[in-house]
């Protein structure tokens, strides 16, 4: 039975290497770019659309 579990398991993530670890830093800034590319112009129409002059 252990030996089948032992099987069965995922193995442990590879260690990332330093390079590996800049890429995937400069990937995610840059996923989330487009979001806050999107989210920026619906909270300032919110804004101004709520703020009467």
């Known amino acids: 039975?252990?030996?089948y579990q032992k099987e069965?398991?995922?193995a442990p993530d590879p260690e990332?290497?330093?390079n590996e670890r800049?890429?995937?830093k400069e990937l995610e800034r840059r996923n989330?770019?487009?979001e806050t590319e999107v989210t920026?112009?619906?909270?300032?129409a919110a804004y101004?659309?709520?703020d009467p002059r």
């Open 40 to 44: 920026f112009p619906k909270k300032a």
């Open 32 to 34: 989330r770019e487009p």
């Open 48 to 50: 101004f659309a709520k």
């Open 16 to 18: 990332l290497t330093v």
């Open 1 to 3: 039975m252990k030996k």
């Open 8 to 10: 069965q398991e995922p």
């Open 22 to 24: 800049a890429r995937l």
